[in-house]
């Protein structure tokens, strides 16, 4: 991967427990693999558990080498952790109300503003790119304000430092809009408009809203006032498990998702589940030098050598290789070689068995059909 730059590959397992680290989460530490990038798309047809699966729509970006999933943690009982546990309680938590039982184990979760910024960045321009309406800084920063809550103000702090011209915040809007609405408005009026019951907080925060308030119309109202935001794209940010209801209820709401690790992790597997699942859902974990582009399924060793299994996340993260590549026509040939082959309903069992009229084929047999509508595509027949 050094020496060529770009990578396909198939899954890795890690077993559970043992002490055995993940060779998936060691090649993206080595080769700085920071960015873990999920589209999840409906393709017409494929069986799905919720109403309109077409309304998802995402595309996600997850931090891919901080976080608890850095594996820097220790075993209970351990003399490592007794020296750890020993400074955290005695040192760090003395005389606090807080003390960590003495038989833990103990992980850290590290995140930073240079892990953060660099993942943000990647959102941004590809929302940019693609004219996305929106980046969501999916975060649990009401209780990790350190580190889930650092994402988030990192995330914003990078869209205005970089994409000030291009973006606006979804608080901004609000102020913006507000003004549009009225242009009689007061900054007074304003801040109390986007801030509910702020005429009973303090002195002090009442006066931090109203410079808030001022320094927006000052710096952005010339470029982004009278209608103008609609057209830029929207950064906000949800909280996480907020987001997992909200994909489910709201998701033509969302379009581009910036997450930390183990947020990204969890929320790209349950929006696969309302689109066909894993077996539909390409992956692929960038870095500014490298591509390393997968299926995101498991290894699902017993069904080795039987051809039955679902191809498509692999050849889909293929697509997005060559989109990677820059050779899209390529990408968008494999996509629809693979849609209209669902269409026809000549799929395998996974999807057969929740697709009424659909015939069972293996993995072979349904790689040939996607071959077949790929060439019909490319030379119709007259």
């Not at 998936?24 to 920071?34: E, F, G, K, P």
């Not at 702090?157 to 007061?186: G, Y």
């Not at 927006?216 to 940010?237: C, E, F, P, R, V």
């Not at 699902?300 to 498509?312: E, L, M, R, T, W």
């Amino acid at each position: 991967i050094r020496d060529f730059r770009v990578a396909i590959k198939g899954p890795l397992t890690t077993p559970v427990g043992g002490g055995i680290r993940s060779l998936n989460v060691a090649l993206r530490q080595i080769l700085d693999l920071y960015s873990c990038e999920r589209p999840v798309r409906y393709f017409t047809g494929v069986p799905s558990p919720v109403r309109e699966p077409e309304k998802m729509n995402v595309f996600i970006f997850r931090e891919n080498t901080e976080d608890v999933y850095i594996g820097i943690e220790w075993k209970s009982g351990s003399p490592e952790v007794k020296k750890l546990l020993e400074f955290l309680n005695n040192e760090m938590l003395k005389d606090g109300k807080k003390q960590i039982r003495w038989d833990s184990g103990v992980g850290i979760k590290p995140i930073s503003p240079t892990g953060t910024k660099r993942l943000v960045r990647r959102a941004i321009k590809y929302a940019l790119a693609n004219k996305r309406k929106s980046v969501t800084l999916v975060h649990k920063g009401n209780i990790q304000k350190f580190t889930e809550g650092a994402f988030r103000d990192w995330g914003y702090e990078l869209a205005h430092e970089e994409f000030r011209a291009q973006t606006i915040t979804e608080r901004e809007s609000w102020i913006v809009d507000n003004l549009d609405k009225n242009s009689a408005l007061s900054v007074e009026q304003n801040a109390a408009m986007i801030e509910p019951g702020l005429e009973q907080a303090t002195d002090a925060f009442q006066k931090t809203v109203y410079a808030e308030v001022q320094g927006t119309l000052d710096s952005i109202y010339a470029t982004h006032g009278k209608g103008q935001w609609k057209q830029k794209l929207m950064i906000n940010d949800r909280i996480a498990d907020s987001v997992f209801q909200q994909v489910l209820m709201r998701a033509d709401e969302y379009s581009v998702l910036a997450t930390s690790n183990l947020n990204g992790d969890y929320l790209s597997d349950a929006c696969a589940a309302q689109v066909g699942g894993l077996g539909m859902a390409p992956g692929s974990n960038i870095g500014d030098g490298f591509g390393v582009f997968e299926a995101t399924h498991g290894t699902a060793p017993k069904y080795a050598d039987k051809d039955v299994i679902n191809p498509s996340s692999v050849m889909l993260s293929g697509a997005m290789m060559f989109e990677f590549l820059g050779w899209k026509e390529v990408a968008t040939l494999i996509e629809d070689g693979i849609a209209r082959t669902i269409q026809q309903k000549r799929v395998t069992y996974d999807l057969e068995r929740l697709m009424p009229g659909a015939t069972k084929v293996g993995t072979s047999a349904f790689a040939s059909s996607i071959i077949e509508n790929m060439k019909g595509l490319v030379c119709p027949a007259s």
